[in-house]
Nanobody, 126 residues
Framework: QVQLVESGGGLVQAGGSLRLSCAAS????????MGWFRQAPGKERDFVAA????????DYADSVKGRFTISRDNAKNTVYLQMNSLKPEDTAVYYC???????????????????WGQGTQVTVSS
C-alpha cells in the first residue's frame, strides 16, 4: 500500500524559510509526477507546485512563483518544497500527493492525484 508522509512544517516569522519533505513508500515513486497542495481553514485545497516524474518540468501557482521551489530525489523516494520569503497568507496545511497514473503529467487538479499524505501545518506569523 502506498504511503506518503510529509514533514518539515512549523511556525516561522514572515520572511523566513521552511523546507517540506514528502517521503513515499510502497510504489515505484520515480515513475509518478508529484504535487504539493495547501488548504487554509475554511478554504478549498489549492494547487501549489508540481513536478514531473523525471524532475525535468515544474509548475507553480502564481502566488508562490519565485518564492517556492519543488524538487525530488528519486533515489530517496522523496519530494521537497523549499519555501522562502514566507508570508502570513502562506499559512495552511500542506499536502503532497502522487499522480494517479504513472509517467503522466497530473497538472494542477487535485482530482488527478491519489494518494495523498496526511498534511503538515505551516504557520507564518506577521
Amino acid at each position: 500500500q502506498v504511503q506518503l508522509v510529509e514533514s518539515g512544517g512549523g511556525l516561522v516569522q514572515a520572511g523566513g524559510s521552511l523546507r517540506l519533505s514528502c517521503a513515499a513508500s510502497g510504489r515505484t515513486f520515480s515513475r509518478y509526477s508529484m504535487g504539493w497542495f495547501r488548504q487554509a481553514p475554511g478554504k478549498e485545497r489549492d494547487f501549489v507546485a508540481a513536478i514531473t516524474w523525471s524532475g525535468g518540468y515544474t509548475d507553480y501557482a502564481d502566488s508562490v512563483k519565485g518564492r517556492f521551489t519543488i524538487s525530488r530525489d528519486n533515489a530517496k523516494n522523496t519530494v521537497y518544497l523549499q519555501m522562502n520569503s514566507l508570508k502570513p497568507e502562506d499559512t495552511a496545511v500542506y499536502y503532497c500527493a502522487a499522480a494517479r497514473v504513472s509517467t503522466a503529467w497530473a497538472g494542477r487538479s487535485p482530482n488527478e492525484y491519489d494518494p495523498w499524505g496526511q498534511g503538515t501545518q505551516v504557520t507564518v506569523s506577521s
